[in-house]
């Protein structure tokens, strides 16, 4: 009977691991012979970075490294029917045609599969893609791509539901069900922090939120916060695919052309930019002819600061896009600069603010402290929230009077100065007197003097 029970332990333990899912890495390989010999680098879960040694691209780990040709295609997962937790790609240096943080299978019931992926980029040239996401039928959790330095090509935050390997087109992705695709990425955050993106091949979208054909993402963030994308494409979705939520953050930089959609679905967009310059911005799609047929279910555009040079609606699902401020909202900060804009003001929502100081001056004597109150007055009150709270306090000459950021103003010696509080592109300055203390204590024996007059008076008449 022992031994029957132990049997069934056993078969069971094995069953466990036969259908369980691998999340352990294994030793990365090279396929030289992938997609007619440009090759393929397998890191299956392992941690790896790119470096340039001579003239040579070496992909490195610990225990191991793969010189690799131009043409190479780094995969941080596995081929089909790969279970991965986890994948790292740095790239430092080096020369490669595209960085995928998935890994890749051509079959349905083969699924690659790597649950988190990283990618950062420090240096390099990325000819091709550097992917979040993975190729076909896979599937990534969440999916990180960091840029610090380097050239890429384009920028994918999603994966490719359509691949042409050896003179074949494979579809992971259905154009009538998008959001069923067998290509699937959960989570995705783009972070650019600089980068070279050179002249576009083609102008259907060099930076994506979402992926390429027709991928799923769930939710997609980018944040642009420099780099020289000024012949790129930023696209806040992806191309034909589904992006549920796409959330869009441009601090600075330099691009050509900003758009909500492309030819896909996006359910919801948010983008709020406080810097950067842009040649131009669609609320949209890019109107053209023919329109692109990307469609959106709502849509809020946030301009706070930056420079915009040419500003439309764009289209929505191929027709020209209605603002109603509602679904669809303009909004537009007094800061931001817009040298060409076909939206008439009466479609946006115009956002106007001041610097409040109180009181409007000082005096104070030396070594003595007085606090003042700063607040920005926001019309419409409504939108406070994109608004930070960061008013700078500063005095013009620190000889005289000091302040701190709670608005304790000290004096220090006698004379005239100005307090001026700074939020966003605007200032306001109160005037600020240090008086001696001899003074002060002459005005204050005037003022006893004066009092004591009055009261002999009064006495004397009562």
């Not at 340039?52 to 225990?63: A, L, N, R």
């Not at 390997?165 to 959960?186: F, H, L």
């Not at 996006?266 to 890019?286: R, W």
């Not at 006893?448 to 008449?461: C, E, R």
């Amino acid at each position: 009977m022992k031994k029957i029970i132990y049997l069934g332990i056993i078969l069971f333990g094995l069953f466990i691991l036969t259908t369980s899912p691998v999340y352990a890495a294994d030793e990365p390989y090279y396929d030289s012979s992938y997609n007619n010999n440009a090759g393929a680098f397998y890191a299956k879960g392992t941690d790896i970075t790119i470096e340039e040694v001579g003239s040579k691209t070496e992909v490195q780990w610990v225990g191991g490294s793969q010189e690799v040709p131009k043409s190479v295609t780094i995969f941080g997962g596995g081929p089909q029917e790969t279970n991965y937790e986890k994948s790292n790609i740095t790239m430092n240096g080096g020369n490669v045609f595209c960085v995928v943080g998935g890994g890749i299978s051509t079959q349905e019931q083969s699924v690659a599969v790597v649950e988190s992926t990283n990618i950062t980029i420090n240096g390099g040239t990325v000819s091709g893609n550097v992917v979040g996401g993975g190729y076909l039928y896979s599937q990534v959790n969440d999916a990180k791509i960091t840029i610090n330095n380097g050239i890429v090509e384009s920028v994918i935050g999603g994966g490719f539901a359509e691949l042409m390997i050896d003179g074949r087109t494979y579809y992971a992705g259905t154009a009538d069900e998008p959001e069923k695709s067998g290509n699937r990425v959960e989570y995705v955050d783009i972070i650019i922090n600089d980068v070279t993106i050179p002249d576009p091949q083609f102008p259907s979208g060099i930076v994506y939120g979402g992926g390429h054909s027709y991928a799923y993402v769930g939710e997609t963030n980018i944040t642009i916060n420099g780099g020289n994308l000024e012949k790129a494409y930023v696209t806040a979705a992806g191309t034909d695919g589904y992006v549920r939520e796409a959330n869009v953050s441009i601090t600075g930089g330099t691009i050509y052309l900003y758009q909500s959609v492309n030819k896909g679905t996006v359910e919801q967009v948010s983008t709020n930019i406080t810097g950067g310059n842009i040649e131009k911005l669609f609320i949209g799609a890019e109107s053209g002819v023919p329109p692109l047929t990307g469609k959106m279910e709502k849509c809020e555009i946030e301009l706070m600061e930056g420079t915009i040079k040419y500003l439309s609606v764009g289209t929505n699902d191929s027709v020209p896009l209605v603002l109603d401020n509602e679904r669809y909202k303009l909004i537009q900060n007094e800061d931001v600069i817009i040298e060409n804009s076909i939206i008439p003001d009466d479609q946006k929502i115009l956002l106007f603010y001041n610097v409040l100081i109180n009181p409007t001056e000082l005096k104070l004597t030396k070594n003595s402290k007085k606090i003042i109150e700063t607040s920005v007055e926001i019309t419409p009150k409504e939108y406070e929230y994109l608004f930070g709270n960061d008013i700078r306090l500063e005095s013009n000459d620190t000889d005289i009077a000091t302040v701190t950021e709670e608005g304790i103003v000290t004096g220090i010696d006698k004379g005239e100065t100005e307090i001026t509080a700074s939020f966003l592109k605007k200032t306001s300055a109160i005037p600020v007197e240090v008086l001696s203390d001899e003074i002060i204590a002459m005005v204050s024996i005037m003022f006893l003097f004066i009092l004591l007059i009055i009261f002999i008076l009064v006495a004397t008449i009562f």
